[in-house]
């Protein structure tokens, strides 16, 4: 089978299986994203970003059948290979060193997703290349405005302000069911004494446990009129903003894979809709996918990755290593600095 056909299934499973794997150093890998699919000259994947062993990486994945093909097409002395961060082979036949990993994963892992037929829609191009642009988008737009406003507001105004917004947009859709302004209130007071809320304005999360704890926040925290769903919702558009805004940039890395790995509680009917073929299992995906529904809808088929234009996703990643977004304003930098 013609190698190309391997690499699209490779995408597709990556795309919708977020589990850790062990690389051949015994290491633990978990590909974020895989990054864009490369039909020019250079590795078969580009701006792809992995976690190995907690630690987040930026760069291209090469595939091919065998290890020792690396050699063979002698990627060894070509400097377009530089920027390598993760090999990915049927067969490890020729062990070697480099500043790369190794990941071997069967035939029958991708099985499944092996396409021989050119499936011709809309949004299958763009397909997950955009929506995970669009979720790395949708989470820096949401930082970017939590970063304004904490500016002038205390970490707990801010959060509070910010969740308030959400809840007021998301019960404001005619889908939903309307609450009293009352007991919107109620809401927000009772997220406003959860352990979670607490433990953020006091500092006292820790972060090697942020993912639990976000985790124990949905499970086992009962809070009144605040169910699993509603839950995740608040976090993944008021907590997690925030979070990344006074987070170190390891708290990043551990706030970025959650992002990337967490399960969704429940679909969106107008994403189903738009997006058959394409999974909400993951939030990013879902994210993602609100994101460019909003865009293309709004802008009218034109082109909506105007956020992005100049920003590819190791950019946005530096950002979140940096602490400071590549498109704030000049007032907002100046504060910040």
Same mark, same amino acid.
């Given at each position: 089978m013609h190698e190309l056909i391997w690499q699209n299934a490779l995408k597709r499973y990556f795309e919708a299986n977020n589990t850790s794997l062990l690389t051949q150093s015994g290491k633990t890998v978990n590909i974020l994203s895989i990054g864009k699919h490369n039909h020019l000259g250079g590795p078969d994947f *580009?701006? $792809?970003c992995i976690v190995v062993d907690s630690e987040l990486r930026v760069g291209d994945i090469e595939f091919h059948k065998s290890s020792g093909l690396w050699f063979s097409h002698n990627h060894h002395t070509n400097p377009a290979y530089s920027n390598v961060i993760l090999h990915i082979v049927f067969e490890d036949d020729q062990l070697f060193d480099a500043n790369f990993e190794t990941l071997v994963v069967t035939k029958q892992m991708l099985s499944k997703y092996i396409r021989t037929e050119v499936v011709n829609t809309d949004y299958d191009t $763009? *397909?997950?290349d955009d929506f995970q642009q669009f979720a790395m988008s949708r989470l820096l737009r949401r930082t970017s405005e939590v970063y304004s406003l904490l500016q002038t507001h205390s970490i707990e105004d801010a959060l509070r302000s910010v969740t308030e917004n %959400?809840?007021?947009r998301y019960f404001t859709l005619r889908t939903r069911h309307r609450y009293q302004a009352d007991e919107l209130s109620q809401?927000?007071? /009772? %997220? *406003? /004494?959860s352990k979670l809320f607490k433990g953020i304005c006091n500092g006292s999360y820790a972060t090697k446990d942020l993912e639990k704890q976000f985790d124990d926040f949905i499970e086992k925290e009962k809070i009144k009129h605040l169910g699993s769903h509603l839950k995740q919702e608040i976090l993944t558009n008021a907590v997690l903003p925030l979070t990344f805004c006074i987070a170190t940039s390891l708290e990043k890395q551990h706030l970025l894979l959650w992002y990337w790995t967490a399960k969704t509680r429940a679909s969106y009917s107008v994403l189903y809709r738009n997006y058959p073929l394409i999974s909400q299992e993951y939030?990013?995906?879902q994210q993602g996918m609100l994101e460019y529904y909003k865009e293309y809808t /709004?802008?009218?088929h034109s082109n909506? $990755?105007?956020?992005l234009i100049n920003y590819s996703i190791p950019d946005i990643i530096s950002y979140y290593t940096l602490n400071k977004p590549p498109y704030f304003n000049?007032?907002?930098l100046s504060i910040s600095e």
């Open positions: *580009s701006s $792809a $763009a *397909s997950y %959400f809840l007021t809401m927000l007071t /009772n %997220f *406003s /004494n939030i990013w995906q /709004n802008r009218q909506p $990755a105007d956020l000049e007032h907002l």
